[in-house]
């Protein structure tokens, strides 16, 4: 009696030990991790660089153009990069997005970023996109003017400069405050978001697909980023004192 009782609870602690396991899995690849930072501190230093205004402008549009090109290739690279970081895997299907407001959704769900930071990151893409977009047809009448305004109309310019100058960044702006606040909110719950996207590794409680991290698909991204900043460069030839 004793031995079967001293068998259960031997099966009881290991089954306990099995659903306690922690798996460290490679979740951002190290370009994405770049990408990330860069980009963060682009957005920053875009900011005070517009506020500053005056020979500031001339940094505000080095920094355009080095946010063009991060764009363009996380684009490529949501395409070929690492698992998590692919578009096919962190847009969230109808039934993610269901589990994960019902409080029901799985580890593979969540892994990467969740369903609503999901959708918080294409929005984010989709912002900076159209902004840059609009500097590139901006106009400030002063000393400034994108390189693609001479192929648009004076009207898109007009309608570019405004949205460039007032709707674009408030929307920078409102986002990227949801941003911060939902970091602090999941790091109150014990939740670190900022760790993982600093060494790439996410510690879960059940197995999942790992991002491949090596050194040939860093070359890729190496590849690609030089790619994206020639087209980057490329299109700012098209004109001359381009402002972002």
Same mark, same amino acid.
């Given at each position: 009696?004793?031995?079967?009782?001293?068998?259960?609870?031997?099966?009881?602690?290991?089954?306990?030990?099995?659903?306690?396991?922690?798996?460290?899995?490679?979740?951002?690849?190290?370009?994405?991790?770049?990408?990330?930072?860069?980009?963060?501190?682009?957005?920053?230093?875009?900011?005070?660089?517009?506020?500053?205004?005056?020979?500031?402008?001339?940094?505000?549009?080095?920094?355009?153009?080095?946010?063009?090109?991060?764009?363009?290739?996380?684009?490529?690279?949501?395409?070929?990069?690492?698992?998590?970081?692919?578009?096919?895997?962190?847009?969230?299907?109808?039934?993610?997005?269901?589990?994960?407001?019902?409080?029901?959704?799985?580890?593979?769900?969540?892994?990467?970023?969740?369903?609503?930071?999901?959708?918080?990151?294409?929005? &984010? +893409? =989709?912002? *900076?996109? %159209?902004?840059? /977009? @609009?500097? $590139?047809?901006?106009?400030?009448?002063?000393?400034?003017? #994108?390189?693609?305004?001479?192929?648009?109309?004076?009207?898109?310019?007009?309608?570019?400069?405004?949205?460039?100058?007032?709707?674009?960044?408030?929307?920078?702006?409102?986002?990227?405050?949801?941003?911060?606040?939902?970091?602090?909110?999941?790091?109150?719950?014990?939740?670190?978001?900022?760790?993982?996207?600093?060494?790439?590794?996410?510690?879960?409680?059940?197995?999942?697909?790992?991002?491949?991290?090596?050194?040939?698909?860093? &070359? +890729? =991204?190496? *590849?690609? %980023?030089?790619? /994206? @900043?020639? $087209?980057?460069?490329?299109?700012?030839?098209?004109?001359? #004192?381009?402002?972002?």
């Amino acid at each position: 009696m004793s031995g079967s009782i001293s068998h259960e609870k031997a099966m009881t602690e290991s089954a306990t030990q099995a659903a306690m396991e922690i798996h460290r899995i490679r979740i951002w690849d190290l370009p994405t991790r770049l990408f990330h930072w860069l980009l963060a501190s682009c957005i920053v230093a875009l900011v005070v660089t517009a506020k500053m205004g005056g020979n500031a402008m001339n940094w505000h549009l080095i920094l355009g153009q080095v946010v063009l090109a991060l764009l363009v290739f996380r684009i490529l690279w949501g395409l070929v990069g690492g698992y998590w970081s692919r578009f096919g895997s962190f847009i969230p299907s109808a039934a993610a997005m269901r589990r994960y407001l019902s409080g029901a959704s799985t580890t593979q769900d969540r892994a990467g970023h969740n369903p609503l930071g999901s959708l918080s990151v294409i929005a &984010m +893409l =989709a912002v *900076l996109m %159209a902004q840059i /977009a @609009s500097g $590139l047809m901006s106009d400030d009448e002063i000393a400034f003017s #994108g390189p693609l305004t001479r192929f648009v109309s004076g009207e898109l310019i007009s309608k570019a400069t405004d949205y460039h100058a007032h709707w674009g960044q408030y929307l920078i702006y409102a986002l990227v405050a949801l941003h911060l606040l939902a970091l602090i909110g999941y790091s109150l719950k014990g939740n670190k978001l900022v760790p993982a996207m600093v060494t790439g590794d996410k510690c879960l409680a059940e197995p999942v697909t790992a991002s491949r991290d090596t050194a040939a698909t860093r &070359m +890729l =991204a190496a *590849l690609l %980023a030089v790619v /994206a @900043s020639a $087209l980057s460069w490329w299109i700012h030839q098209l004109g001359q #004192g381009a402002a972002f």
